[in-house]
């Protein structure tokens, strides 16, 4: 596999409580809360360990962002649900947590001519008078890579810090493979 190293910038974690929540009474117990029905349907709760933001729908769901790592994105999902359930004791003990996306960065250490690499990979999109970078999507893993002319890469719709990493070695195998890396 090529050699390339990713660092894990952002995971998006979900979870279902399984039971409606009442915002107004949780808002003020909450600090480092934010909570305005009119700009967002959801409260928004800050956290500095782990250093994240957790959304919490009426619905009963929480969306969890800002993590670097899995655990931290466990851990604070989990936070939050037991200063809900100080107010709310039927929230239940037991509930999934699913990764949603991860956002990796990573550089391949070479220019990248994004015309060159627009015409002769396949699944891209490329449009510089609206956005910097290359889209190029690929199907295994089921990933996104933003490739920017610096040869730097973004890697989002990863489930996995593992499948992020296939997605940008496969991408650096096959740049190379059509002989698109430049020194």
Request: hydrophobic share 40%.
């Amino acid at each position: 596999m090529a050699d390339v190293e990713i660092k894990v910038e952002n995971i998006v974690a979900s979870a279902t409580l399984g039971k409606s929540l009442e915002l107004p009474r949780i808002a003020p117990a909450l600090e480092n809360v934010e909570y305005n029905l009119e700009q967002f349907p959801g409260l928004v709760f800050k956290l500095k360990n782990p250093k994240t933001a957790a959304l919490i729908f009426g619905s009963g769901k929480l969306v969890c962002t800002g993590a670097k790592c899995i655990e931290d994105s466990k851990k604070a999902i989990h936070i939050t649900v037991d200063k809900i359930r100080e107010l709310d004791t039927e929230i239940p003990e037991d509930f999934e947590i699913k990764i949603q996306n991860i956002v990796a960065s990573a550089n391949l250490g070479k220019v990248l001519n994004l015309e060159a690499v627009a015409l002769d990979l396949e699944n891209t999109e490329y449009e510089p008078e609206q956005f910097p970078g290359l889209v190029y999507r690929l199907s295994d893993p089921k990933v996104v890579l933003l490739l920017f002319g610096s040869g730097k890469v973004v890697c989002t719709g990863a489930k996995t810090a593992d499948q992020a990493l296939l997605g940008v070695q496969k991408t650096k195998e096959r740049l190379t493979e059509l002989y698109l890396i430049e020194e």
